[in-house]
Protein backbone atom coordinates (compact mmCIF):
# COMPACT_ATOMS: atom_id res chain seq x y z
CA UNK A 1 0.00 0.00 0.00
CA UNK A 2 1.21 3.33 -1.27
CA UNK A 3 0.44 6.20 1.89
CA UNK A 4 3.41 8.35 0.75
CA UNK A 5 1.08 10.66 -1.25
CA UNK A 6 -1.15 11.14 1.84
CA UNK A 7 1.77 11.82 4.07
CA UNK A 8 2.92 14.39 2.40
CA UNK A 9 2.62 18.20 3.63
CA UNK A 10 1.04 21.07 2.49
CA UNK A 11 2.83 23.61 1.34
CA UNK A 12 1.86 25.67 4.33
CA UNK A 13 3.26 22.93 6.35
CA UNK A 14 6.50 22.77 4.69
CA UNK A 15 9.55 24.76 6.56
CA UNK A 16 12.60 23.20 5.79
CA UNK A 17 14.83 23.72 7.94
CA UNK A 18 18.57 26.05 7.49
CA UNK A 19 20.10 25.04 10.42
CA UNK A 20 20.41 21.53 10.21
CA UNK A 21 20.20 18.58 7.89
CA UNK A 22 15.85 17.76 8.87
CA UNK A 23 14.33 15.48 6.49
CA UNK A 24 11.11 16.81 5.21
CA UNK A 25 8.32 15.44 2.87
CA UNK A 26 7.79 17.37 0.01
CA UNK A 27 5.34 17.28 -3.33
CA UNK A 28 7.09 18.21 -6.25
CA UNK A 29 6.93 18.85 -10.04
CA UNK A 30 9.04 19.77 -12.97
CA UNK A 31 9.07 22.58 -15.34
CA UNK A 32 11.21 21.98 -18.75
CA UNK A 33 11.42 22.96 -22.36
CA UNK A 34 9.07 25.20 -22.29
CA UNK A 35 10.13 27.41 -19.64
CA UNK A 36 13.89 27.65 -21.06
CA UNK A 37 15.15 30.89 -21.63
CA UNK A 38 12.91 32.81 -19.70
CA UNK A 39 14.02 34.63 -16.17
CA UNK A 40 14.05 33.11 -13.62
CA UNK A 41 13.10 35.03 -9.80
CA UNK A 42 16.75 35.29 -9.46
CA UNK A 43 17.42 37.08 -12.66
CA UNK A 44 19.80 33.80 -14.55
CA UNK A 45 18.04 32.04 -17.65
CA UNK A 46 16.18 28.93 -16.54
CA UNK A 47 17.94 25.93 -18.40
CA UNK A 48 15.75 22.93 -18.25
CA UNK A 49 18.76 20.85 -18.19
CA UNK A 50 20.83 22.17 -14.94
CA UNK A 51 20.15 20.74 -11.89
CA UNK A 52 18.12 23.82 -10.46
CA UNK A 53 14.73 24.03 -8.43
CA UNK A 54 12.06 26.66 -7.41
CA UNK A 55 10.72 26.95 -3.85
CA UNK A 56 8.86 29.84 -2.51
CA UNK A 57 11.08 30.92 0.54
CA UNK A 58 14.08 29.67 0.61
CA UNK A 59 17.30 31.59 0.01
CA UNK A 60 18.53 31.72 -3.72
CA UNK A 61 21.67 29.49 -4.10
CA UNK A 62 19.86 27.33 -1.26
CA UNK A 63 21.38 23.50 -1.92
CA UNK A 64 18.74 21.06 -1.67
CA UNK A 65 19.36 17.00 -2.11
CA UNK A 66 15.81 15.21 -2.84
CA UNK A 67 15.88 11.47 -2.67
CA UNK A 68 13.21 9.44 -4.00
CA UNK A 69 12.08 6.27 -0.98
CA UNK A 70 10.62 4.31 -3.87
CA UNK A 71 13.61 3.59 -5.52
CA UNK A 72 16.80 5.29 -4.01
CA UNK A 73 17.47 7.70 -6.58
CA UNK A 74 18.51 11.25 -5.41
CA UNK A 75 19.86 14.47 -7.17
CA UNK A 76 21.34 17.81 -5.83
CA UNK A 77 19.50 20.89 -7.25
CA UNK A 78 20.29 24.91 -6.53
CA UNK A 79 17.52 27.31 -5.89
CA UNK A 80 17.29 29.97 -8.31
CA UNK A 81 13.42 30.80 -8.58
CA UNK A 82 10.37 30.54 -6.96
CA UNK A 83 7.27 28.63 -7.33
CA UNK A 84 5.03 26.65 -7.72
CA UNK A 85 2.28 28.13 -7.84
CA UNK A 86 -0.13 24.93 -7.65
CA UNK A 87 -1.35 24.25 -4.14
CA UNK A 88 0.25 21.19 -2.51
CA UNK A 89 3.19 21.39 -4.29
CA UNK A 90 6.39 22.54 -2.35
CA UNK A 91 8.99 22.58 -5.26
CA UNK A 92 9.27 22.85 -8.51
CA UNK A 93 12.56 20.70 -10.14
CA UNK A 94 14.09 21.46 -13.83
CA UNK A 95 12.61 18.27 -15.94
CA UNK A 96 16.60 16.93 -16.03
CA UNK A 97 17.13 17.12 -11.87
CA UNK A 98 12.89 15.50 -11.91
CA UNK A 99 13.99 12.65 -14.43
CA UNK A 100 16.86 11.68 -12.41
CA UNK A 101 14.64 10.48 -9.26
CA UNK A 102 11.27 9.92 -10.48
CA UNK A 103 9.19 8.97 -14.49
CA UNK A 104 9.15 12.40 -16.29
CA UNK A 105 5.40 10.65 -17.26
CA UNK A 106 4.52 11.10 -13.56
CA UNK A 107 4.20 14.89 -13.31
CA UNK A 108 4.57 14.74 -9.72
CA UNK A 109 6.48 13.08 -6.71
CA UNK A 110 6.63 12.58 -3.12
CA UNK A 111 10.58 13.05 -2.05
CA UNK A 112 12.42 13.24 0.85
CA UNK A 113 13.64 17.17 0.77
CA UNK A 114 17.57 17.90 2.83
CA UNK A 115 18.58 21.51 2.41
CA UNK A 116 22.35 20.81 1.64
CA UNK A 117 23.58 24.18 1.92
CA UNK A 118 22.99 27.44 2.25
CA UNK A 119 24.48 30.82 1.12
CA UNK A 120 26.55 32.71 3.50
CA UNK A 121 24.26 35.51 4.92
Do not use: W
Not at 15 to 22: A, Q, R
Not at 49 to 62: E, G, I, V, W
Not at 91 to 97: C, G, H, I, K, V
Amino acid sequence: MNTAASSAPSATQSKLSLTNKEVEVVRVSYYGLERSGRTTANGERFDHRKLTCAHPTLPFNTYVKFTNPANRLSVTCRVNDRGPTYPGRHFDLSSTAFALVAPIHNGLATLHAEVQDRPQQ
